[in-house]
């Protein structure tokens, strides 16, 4: 593993290039009569580790591709720190790319192919990527065709980890990942946050963009349909609140932000709560509240809503 | 999932059926006017009974007969046509999509690995059944004598599936469609090389006994149609067809019977940069073509010396050969002249499957890793095509050294700088391959193998066509193998290589330009 160590452009460096890390202006591509991407607006700061989400087929991966110059826009643009990314010779010095279906050189053993993609690559720590190796519990000499499908996403990983590429662009990167993964998979996007590395970060997997996510962007039907921190994201959802009381019962219908009310059981009540609790709570109190319970909607409930499996097919707004 | 198997052959496998069908068809049809004059008739008999055509073309056994005239003739070519296209359609439909693990998702289904494959081979066989079936009728529609059709068609069919039984076999032996297509070939192509030394050397002749061509010569048609040999042929496919089945059955789904190593220590070198790599992924294939062009060309040079000696000694059959379009046969230079002219078709050959392979990369998303990196596409097309450059160069260089060394073998004088000298006069088609190869990797286009191949190998049974029905000479011409001068006898001709280099150069450009502003397919 002692590959061409060579002149890595230091992450730090990128945060003061020409631009965001991701910069889409009205990014939109179409294949014959399906609008894959429909102008995307989307902005990602350097050193941001930002979640993309969307239901199959909503075009994240399409996105991506746009991205990566793979694919041309139909319209509008994408530029990567400033480069527009049909440059792909500027602009793939400063990223890295983990495709979502990882395909090797079936001659190639991982260790050949990781000396090849650090030769190829934008420059690669190879101390780093000796220590992801092992974190990653990566069998470097076995020829690439009998790795599986998760062994050849370690590779793919461990190479784009291993550069100090201001961003990381990585498809669905852990879903041929066990849960031991996972979590060395989130530690390595920390490190890399840490060195001020930005990753767009395609995924599925709600808990792995909670825990790793600085934002999301939700993209349905290639409309970027919500973009915000996932704290915000709660916030703009419906609480579930549940009370137990002895007074009379609190007067909540009509009240701003509260719907779905409920009377479970003789002194109980349930409903839903949007925005500021404040008045829901001075109407709670008059009723002489013994219990109160409050629930937070879990990510997937929120995800559900935008994704438009919810009940109605329309993304919920509040 | 025979449809699926029918859908990716039927394209290939309807050229074959026509050309295996129609060639000796069109043969047979031109015996008359070759027979019409005596001295003629004589001077072939002479020259198809000399060791060294008899080499090449097998034995004449019924010239006067339209139907054995076209056997002479064409029946190698087809042969060869036909088992060579059965053996890679069979690997490519079965180890070819197994590898990339496209049999994974079909398997999940009700049918087994083996009867995946049992079906699958059940398509390729009724191809060759089909291809032969088609040669019969043409045969017999040309008004050549039915039983000897029969025979010859039995003969052709009889071949591909042997060929597709072999092939059958090394997809279950190799893990990669690469492995498995290189056994099949080599395994046709050592029972090709025995079915000449056994023609060409007269002692030898039982070794015709030992390969499937043999076989087939040795039914006779047209000069006693025996179907023994033929049955022999039925049973050692039957036999090979079911080892394959068998096998199937024990192994795993993407493994091989021939267990490879799993571990082994990093080979780093080749690998820093595209261009390195690219010329790594050549090395493989170069060696393996050169075995064949090495071997092929080889085996002319030794004959070189007895043909030309031969002719030499006999004016008359040497002007009757000029007349047939064969110009200064009674010497090395002419002889190895001819043989040269035909390098472009293996060597193009060569060119175009090195692109397909790239264009491979390509659709099973092996490529993103490397368009990801700071590397235009420019740099990844053009690393390919310098790679496959230089492989067409040794393969080029690998074909005069062989023949110099057989014709040296042998006794007679060829210097070895007319040898280059003849086999880089090729290199102008050999180009205008790569060109067309890739103008059509680089629009994305299916089929890269096959188009690539229009110039060398399609220019070539264009020509032979052109020649058996006694075509308008711009039909001829449109045949860029046509314009090649015979070099060592003559000079190059200059004009017509730097026409054609310079077609095969914007070809290359062509392909560049669109190849720069298209989506990839992954
Ligand atoms: N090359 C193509 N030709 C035609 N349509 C395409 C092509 N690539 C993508 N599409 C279409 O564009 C849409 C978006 O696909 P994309 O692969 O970007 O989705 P995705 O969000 O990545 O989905 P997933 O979560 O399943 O990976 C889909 O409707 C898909 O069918
Ligand atoms: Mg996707």
Known sequence: ?318 | MTGLAWRQVRRGALLVVLLAAGVPALIATTHGRVFADPADVAGLRAIAADPAIRTLFGEPLALADPGGFAVWRSGTVTAVLVGVWAALTTTRTTRGQEEPGRWTALLAGPVSLRGTTARHLGVLALLSVLAGAATAAALVLAGTDPAGAAVHGAGTGLLGLFATAVAAGTSQLFTTRAAASGAAVAVLGAGLLVRMVGDGVGELSWLRWTSPFGWVQLSRPYAGDRAGPLLLLVAVTAVLAAAALVAAGHRDVGEGLLAHRSHRPAQRGLLGSVEAFALRRCLRPVAGWSTGVGAYYLLLGLTAVSVTGFLAGNAGVADMAGRTGFTGLDRVEGFTAAVFTLLAVPVGAFAAARLAAFAAAESDRRLVLLAAAPLTRLRLLGAEVAATTAGALVLTAVAALATWVGVAAAGGGLALTDALRGTFNTLPVTLLCLGVAVLAAGAGLPAVTALGCLPGAGGFLLQVLADSVDAPAGVRGLSPVSHLAPVPLRGVDWTAALVMTALAVLLALAGAAVHRRRDLRC
């Open chain 1, 1 to 318: 593993m002692d590959a061409t160590t060579r002149t890595t452009p230091g992450a730090t460096t990128g945060a003061t290039r020409g631009g965001p890390a991701v910069h889409a202006v009205g990014l939109t591509k179409r294949y014959g009569s399906t609008t894959a991407v429909d102008d995307l607006h989307l902005r990602v700061p350097a050193g941001e580790v930002f979640g993309f989400l969307g239901p199959n087929g909503a075009g994240k991966s399409t996105t991506i591709r746009l991205l990566l110059g793979l694919a041309r826009p139909s319209a509008g643009s994408a530029r990567v720190f400033g480069v527009d990314a049909a440059d792909v010779e500027r602009a793939h010095r400063l990223l890295a790319h983990v495709p979502a279906d990882v395909a090797l050189w079936p001659h190639l053993t991982g260790a050949e192919v990781l000396h090849l993609l650090a030769a190829t690559g934008p420059g690669t720590d190879t101390a780093y990527r000796d220590e992801l190796v092992e974190r990653f519990a990566l069998d470097p000499g076995k020829p690439a065709r009998t790795y599986s499908t998760g062994n050849r996403q370690k590779v793919a990983l461990i190479a784009a980890f291993a550069t100090r590429a201001p961003l990381l662009v990585l498809d669905e990167p852990t879903s041929g990942l066990d849960p031991l993964m996972e979590r060395e998979f989130r530690r390595a996007v920390a490190q890399a946050r840490q060195r001020g590395q930005a990753v767009f970060l395609s995924s599925h997997q709600l808990a792995e963009v909670e825990a790793v996510c600085d934002r999301v962007g939700i993209l349905r039907a290639g409309r970027l349909v919500e973009v915000a921190s996932v704290a915000d994201l709660r916030s703009l959802h419906r609480t579930e609140v549940s009370a137990s009381y002895t007074g009379a019962a609190p007067r909540l219908s009509g009240l701003a932000g509260v719907e779905a009310v409920e009377t479970t059981a003789p002194g109980r009540v349930r409903f839903t709560l949007t925005g500021p609790p404040g008045a829901a709570l001075a109407s709670l109190a008059a009723a002489d509240v013994t219990a109160l319970a409050v629930r937070e909607p879990s990510l997937e409930e929120i995800f559900l809503d935008y994704y438009g499996e919810g009940g109605s097919g329309e993304q919920v707004r509040p």
